[in-house]
């Protein structure tokens, strides 16, 4: 099987700075993308920035200019680059990967989740 799992997070006074990383590991044939997601309490998880295997970025409004997201194909790991953290930054970051993994004699693709670190922005 595949696993995610996140390091980093923490808790950072607003205007600093933070990275997470997610290394996945497993059965992995190929990873097509890579993101992060954070869900806020009462929120409903969101989309804060994904890359995929092309290099294709997407980033949520709230966060452009402020954080970066990588991807090391050759590790399959990811990073997100946190910067000019503000207390709305708050929640639960969680990673996400697609990733093409070997079944049998086929080929499957699945997505696959991280169990979450959480990122406390204190003003």
């Known amino acids: 099987q595949v696993q995610l799992v996140e390091s980093g997070g923490g808790l950072v006074q607003a205007g600093g700075s933070l990275r997470l990383s997610c290394r996945a590991s497993g059965s992995i044939v190929k990873i097509n993308a890579m993101g992060w997601y954070r869900q806020a309490p009462g929120k409903q998880r969101e989309l804060v920035a994904s890359i995929g295997s092309d290099g294709f970025l997407m980033y949520a409004d709230s966060v452009k200019g402020r954080f970066t997201v990588s991807m090391d194909n050759a590790q399959n790991t990811e990073d997100l680059q946190m910067s000019s953290l503000k207390p709305e930054d708050t929640a639960v970051y969680y990673c996400?990967?697609?990733?093409?993994?070997?079944?049998?004699?086929?080929?499957?693709?699945?997505?696959?989740w991280g169990q979450g670190t959480q990122v406390t922005v204190s003003s």
């Open positions: 996400y990967a697609e990733i093409k993994r070997r079944h049998g004699e086929f080929f499957m693709v699945d997505d696959y």
